[in-house]
């Protein structure tokens, strides 16, 4: 039995020589198809990779802790108690450094020359840095110092807007948790730049200490922030939903959760661009069911010589498959490679188009894309492609299996 | 001798049809690659343009003339002369150029309820000039849309009505800014909710008549902005250079220079729709290449033998040339009436509301509508059936180049 297939592949493999230039036509569009989908799932990758990590990193975090119903109406009173220790509690069952808490409010916001609603975020400076870049992009002046001074950090173009800087003061009115009115005046000690338009545009932090006595939080706040890799989400979810009460007033929220516009931007191009995918991998099995077509028909003759000789139509149809798999093998491993150095090169030298750059503001990448490198860039196209070469194989080889001996021998 | 070029195309013909399947192959992959480059496209214009439409629609216009500085800083302060004002602007504005405009106040402002504040932005508009020009009088879902500049209701968003909890027919307060710094309050009652493809529309802006606002706001006759459109909004700069020659000391700007990430997508999108046609023709062409070299290679004695009754070798290169072509027409025949039944069923749009909340937040709407330019397909066509000749003068090339004694004693290739 070893033996036979032995012969059947060679066979095969002599075969699809025959026609060198053919065969390497044919396994030249695989690798095309290859490298392309190898290049476009790579970049796809890398930029989803960008997209997410960039879009967390300002002031999302990984996943949040907050009170039922909160992330849909965001009412003052939705808040945690005794948010600090069930921080604490969190970061003790994670093992990890990155838990912040936060407050939300909103007042009006007056500089003497103007007046802006603005978001007031309250912050724990300590561990804020750990789940924000915001402590990191103050462009004028320094961030929060200490969990219970006076003190503002203002986004770009709100303080553009209020035409305040550094030093100048603030007046904050609004209403606290409890309905009451909330007013304080402090000073601006810093200025940051996010690159997100909504945040600069309309945000203001305050140490969360000094948050809560303005807007009478107690020791209540709206957000527990949770940082860490993305890679560890899932033990991270799970060290954190221990801490959380059982009565299931408190949520524990993934990113998808909190961004779901993100989330779901990335499946909405990811289908798109499977249509494209799709249109590519049909061609190139279009050309791959010619050349087995060609190659099964030019052969008539010789096929009948064979069965005459006594070689059953399974033999032939084994061949016939074997000679399309090599010919599919081939294009997939040379496809690989090739698709493999072409994102290698792109991931150490970047890769960028024109426009790219206002795309990038808008979607918070940067302008210059670095492919991902890993096996699920690698695989799936090339696959798809090896796939549907030996699905174009079957025509041929059903085409020939009512071929009789006679018959075929007289075709020329 | 000179062959008539009739019987070379009759030839051709023929040949074609000897080895059916192949041709048939041929034909359907040449036909599925069009396919894929018109549907493609239409669905990425179409995505596009919708984009571009709810842009301008979002009270962008295809221009905008603002005060120096507003665009900076959105301010009561930053007012330019209304059209009434302005003679020459109010001649330009009637012109059959423009098919619409109308002026706004557009300031900061915050919105309470008895439940909840949050900022927003306060746009004083003229109902009766808005519509045909933005989105809002064709949005409203309960309650009437504003009746006059002197409207004492307010429109709102449905989620910003959602996160204030209350309801049509409620009053809310407004507080904003006056020119000397003095924050303008007033109350109003709610008079209609509108509703957008984007969330973050509903939640920014609430309407009122803009007498009143002006009032509200202790304003002189000033207005912050005046919005006009044009007839196409891929051509917008020559209306703008003739509103800029007259708007004096405003800025004028177009929507391109508004929303730089439209105005780039509009490239990008040009840009990926010519790489498409390129990739899509690639593929195709290694199976034309190979279909085409097979079908010169087994007729190898048989050229050699029309060769050495006469037939010139720029005859035989011509055959082949007229065989591929015969091909690339029916190919191409057929893909267009494949792109043409397929887009048949969905010319009045695709509903992909599965995907909605991620498109929102790219800036579109939930209905995809593709959209057929003839440009498009002419060019998709056009790259099919050039560079397809183009790639069929190799084996063409090779099928004359064979000299006649070798060609009709060689059996095999």
Same mark, same amino acid.
């Given at each position: 039995?070893?033996?036979?297939?032995?012969?059947?592949?060679?066979?095969?493999w002599?075969?699809?020589?025959?026609?060198?230039?053919?065969?390497?036509?044919?396994?030249?569009?695989?690798?095309?198809a290859?490298?392309l989908?190898?290049?476009?799932?790579?970049?796809?990758?890398?930029?989803?990779?960008?997209?997410?990590?960039n879009?967390?990193?300002?002031?999302?975090?990984?996943?949040?802790?907050?009170a039922?119903g909160?992330?849909?109406?965001?009412?003052?009173?939705?808040?945690?108690?005794?948010?600090?220790?069930?921080?604490?509690?969190i970061?003790?069952?994670?093992r990890?450094?990155?838990?912040?808490?936060?407050?939300?409010?909103f007042?009006?916001?007056?500089?003497?020359?103007?007046?802006?609603?603005?978001?007031?975020?309250?912050?724990?400076?300590?561990?804020?840095?750990l789940?924000?870049?915001?402590?990191?992009?103050?462009?004028?002046?320094?961030?929060?110092?200490?969990?219970?001074?006076?003190?503002?950090?203002?986004?770009?173009?709100?303080?553009?807007?209020?035409?305040?800087?550094?030093?100048?003061?603030?007046?904050?009115?609004?209403?606290?948790?409890?309905?009451?009115?909330?007013a304080t005046?402090?000073?601006?000690?810093?200025?940051?730049?996010?690159?997100?338009?909504?945040?600069?545009?309309?945000?203001?932090?305050?140490?969360?200490?000094?948050?809560?006595e303005?807007?009478s939080?107690?020791?209540?706040?709206?957000?527990i922030i949770?940082?860490?890799?993305?890679?560890?989400?899932?033990?991270?979810?799970?060290?954190?939903?221990a801490?959380?009460?059982?009565?299931?007033?408190?949520?524990?929220?993934?990113?998808?959760?909190?961004?779901?516009?993100?989330?779901?931007?990335i499946?909405a191009?990811?289908t798109?661009?499977?249509?494209?995918?799709?249109?590519?991998i049909?061609?190139?099995?279009?050309?791959?069911?010619n050349?087995?077509?060609?190659?099964?028909?030019?052969?008539?003759?010789?096929?009948?010589?064979?069965?005459?000789?006594?070689?059953?139509?399974?033999?032939?149809?084994?061949m016939?498959?074997?000679?399309?798999?090599?010919?599919?093998?081939?294009?997939?491993l040379?496809?690989m490679?090739?698709?493999?150095?072409v994102?290698?090169?792109?991931?150490?030298?970047?890769?960028?188009?024109?426009?790219?750059?206002?795309?990038?503001?808008?979607?918070?990448?940067?302008?210059?894309?670095?492919?991902?490198?890993s096996?699920?860039?690698?695989?799936?196209?090339p696959?798809?492609?090896?796939?549907?070469?030996?699905?174009?194989?079957?025509?041929?080889?059903?085409?020939?299996?009512?071929?009789?001996?006679?018959?075929?021998?007289?075709?020329? | 001798?000179k062959?008539?070029?009739?019987?070379l195309?009759?030839?051709?013909?023929?040949?074609?049809?000897?080895?059916?399947?192949?041709?048939?192959?041929?034909?359907?992959?040449i036909?599925?690659?069009?396919w894929?480059?018109?549907?493609?496209?239409?669905?990425?214009?179409?995505m596009?343009?919708?984009?571009?439409?709810?842009?301008?629609?979002?009270?962008?216009?295809h221009?905008?003339?603002?005060?120096?500085?507003?665009?900076?800083?959105?301010?009561?302060?930053?007012?330019?002369?209304?059209?009434?004002?302005?003679?020459?602007?109010?001649?330009l504005?009637?012109?059959?150029?423009?098919?619409?405009?109308?002026q706004?106040i557009?300031?900061?402002?915050?919105?309470r309820?008895?439940?909840?504040v949050?900022?927003i932005t306060?746009?004083?508009?003229?109902?009766?000039?808005?519509?045909?020009?933005?989105?809002?009088?064709?949005?409203?879902?309960?309650?009437h849309?504003?009746?006059?500049?002197?409207d004492?209701?307010?429109?709102?968003?449905?989620?910003?009505?959602?996160q204030?909890?209350?309801?049509?027919?409620?009053?809310i307060?407004?507080?904003?800014?006056?020119?000397d710094?003095?924050?303008?309050?007033?109350?109003?009652?709610?008079g209609?909710?509108?509703?957008?493809?984007?969330?973050?529309?509903?939640?920014?802006?609430?309407?009122a008549?803009?007498?009143?606002v002006?009032?509200?706001?202790?304003m002189g006759?000033?207005?912050s902005?005046?919005?006009?459109?044009?007839?196409?909004?891929?051509?917008?700069d020559?209306?703008?250079?003739?509103?800029?020659?007259?708007?004096?000391?405003?800025?004028?700007?177009?929507?391109l220079?508004?929303?730089?990430?439209?105005a780039?997508?509009l490239?990008?999108?040009?840009?990926?729709?010519?790489?498409?046609?390129?990739?899509?023709f690639?593929?195709?062409?290694?199976?034309?290449?190979?279909?085409?070299?097979?079908?010169?290679?087994?007729?190898t004695?048989?050229i050699?033998?029309i060769?050495?009754?006469?037939?010139?070798p720029?005859?035989i290169?011509?055959? #082949? &040339?007229?065989?591929?072509? %015969?091909? *690339?027409?029916i =190919?191409l025949l /057929?893909?267009n009436?494949l792109? @043409?039944?397929?887009?048949?069923?969905?010319?009045?749009?695709?509903?992909?509301?599965?995907?909605?909340?991620?498109?929102e937040w790219?800036?579109?709407?939930s209905?995809?509508?593709?959209?057929?330019?003839?440009?498009? #397909? &002419?060019?998709?066509n056009? %790259?099919? *059936?050039?560079? =397809?000749v183009? /790639?069929?003068?190799?084996?063409? @090339?090779?099928?004359s180049?064979k000299?006649?004694?070798?060609?009709?004693?060689?059996?095999?290739?």
């Amino acid at each position: 039995m070893i033996s036979i297939s032995n012969t059947t592949a060679t066979l095969a493999w002599r075969n699809l020589w025959r026609h060198s230039r053919r065969t390497l036509l044919t396994i030249a569009a695989m690798v095309f198809a290859d490298t392309l989908l190898v290049f476009m799932l790579g970049l796809q990758f890398g930029q989803y990779r960008m997209m997410i990590d960039n879009s967390l990193r300002v002031f999302t975090g990984q996943m949040q802790v907050q009170a039922r119903g909160y992330l849909d109406e965001p009412h003052m009173f939705r808040s945690i108690p005794a948010a600090d220790k069930l921080a604490t509690s969190i970061r003790n069952n994670t093992r990890l450094d990155a838990v912040a808490v936060r407050g939300y409010g909103f007042a009006l916001v007056s500089s003497g020359a103007r007046t802006i609603g603005a978001q007031i975020s309250g912050v724990d400076p300590q561990h804020e840095p750990l789940v924000s870049s915001i402590p990191g992009l103050v462009k004028q002046g320094r961030y929060l110092q200490g969990s219970n001074s006076n003190e503002l950090v203002v986004g770009s173009t709100l303080a553009r807007n209020l035409k305040v800087s550094p030093g100048d003061e603030l007046t904050l009115l609004g209403s606290g948790r409890d309905g009451s009115i909330a007013a304080t005046v402090a000073p601006v000690v810093g200025i940051f730049e996010s690159g997100n338009r909504d945040l600069d545009r309309q945000m203001l932090s305050m140490p969360l200490d000094t948050f809560r006595e303005v807007f009478s939080m107690g020791d209540h706040a709206h957000s527990i922030i949770i940082g860490g890799e993305r890679s560890q989400a899932d033990s991270i979810a799970a060290g954190a939903r221990a801490a959380l009460p059982a009565d299931g007033e408190l949520v524990l929220l993934s990113w998808e959760k909190l961004l779901p516009g993100l989330k779901q931007a990335i499946q909405a191009d990811f289908t798109s661009a499977w249509f494209m995918y799709l249109v590519l991998i049909v061609l190139v099995a279009f050309g791959v069911l010619n050349t087995m077509l060609m190659s099964v028909l030019e052969r008539t003759h010789e096929f009948g010589i064979l069965l005459a000789l006594g070689v059953r139509h399974g033999r032939l149809g084994r061949m016939i498959i074997t000679e399309s798999a090599v010919l599919a093998a081939i294009g997939l491993l040379l496809g690989m490679l090739a698709g493999g150095m072409v994102i290698w090169y792109f991931r150490v030298h970047g890769f960028t188009y024109p426009g790219m750059e206002a795309m990038g503001e808008r979607f918070n990448i940067p302008s210059v894309l670095h492919p991902e490198v890993s096996l699920r860039s690698l695989l799936p196209g090339p696959l798809a492609v090896f796939i549907a070469t030996l699905l174009a194989s079957l025509y041929p080889i059903w085409h020939m299996r009512k071929l009789r001996p006679i018959e075929a021998l007289q075709t020329i | 001798m000179k062959t008539p070029f009739s019987m070379l195309v009759t030839v051709a013909w023929r040949n074609l049809w000897r080895n059916h399947r192949r041709s048939l192959i041929m034909l359907a992959a040449i036909a599925i690659g069009l396919w894929g480059m018109i549907w493609m496209t239409a669905l990425m214009r179409g995505m596009v343009d919708q984009m571009i439409d709810d842009a301008i629609s979002t009270l962008s216009g295809h221009i905008q003339i603002h005060a120096p500085g507003y665009l900076d800083d959105p301010s009561v302060e930053h007012t330019i002369a209304a059209v009434a004002d302005n003679p020459e602007l109010d001649k330009l504005l009637h012109s059959p150029e423009v098919t619409a405009w109308s002026q706004r106040i557009r300031v900061p402002a915050v919105i309470r309820s008895e439940r909840d504040v949050y900022g927003i932005t306060l746009v004083g508009i003229d109902p009766q000039r808005e519509r045909g020009l933005s989105f809002i009088a064709d949005s409203v879902v309960s309650g009437h849309y504003l009746e006059s500049v002197n409207d004492q209701h307010v429109l709102l968003g449905r989620k910003l009505v959602e996160q204030l909890e209350t309801k049509l027919g409620r009053r809310i307060v407004i507080l904003s800014q006056d020119p000397d710094n003095n924050i303008a309050e007033r109350g109003f009652r709610i008079g209609g909710i509108y509703d957008t493809d984007l969330q973050a529309t509903e939640t920014t802006y609430v309407f009122a008549g803009i007498e009143t606002v002006r009032r509200m706001l202790k304003m002189g006759s000033g207005v912050s902005e005046i919005s006009l459109l044009g007839h196409d909004y891929r051509n917008v700069d020559g209306l703008a250079a003739e509103v800029r020659a007259v708007a004096g000391t405003a800025e004028t700007s177009t929507w391109l220079q508004l929303d730089p990430y439209m105005a780039s997508m509009l490239d990008v999108m040009d840009g990926f729709i010519i790489v498409w046609f390129c990739i899509i023709f690639l593929a195709l062409s290694f199976g034309l290449i190979n279909t085409l070299l097979m079908a010169v290679f087994e007729r190898t004695r048989e050229i050699g033998l029309i060769q050495a009754l006469g037939m010139p070798p720029g005859n035989i290169l011509l055959m #082949v &040339l007229v065989e591929s072509s %015969i091909m *690339l027409l029916i =190919g191409l025949l /057929a893909g267009n009436l494949l792109s @043409w039944l397929t887009l048949l069923p969905i010319r009045d749009g695709i509903d992909i509301s599965a995907v909605a909340q991620g498109l929102e937040w790219a800036g579109m709407s939930s209905i995809l509508l593709p959209a057929v330019k003839t440009s498009d #397909v &002419l060019l998709a066509n056009g %790259i099919v *059936l050039v560079l =397809g000749v183009l /790639a069929s003068l190799f084996p063409a @090339w090779r099928a004359s180049r064979k000299v006649p004694v070798e060609a009709i004693t060689r059996i095999w290739q």
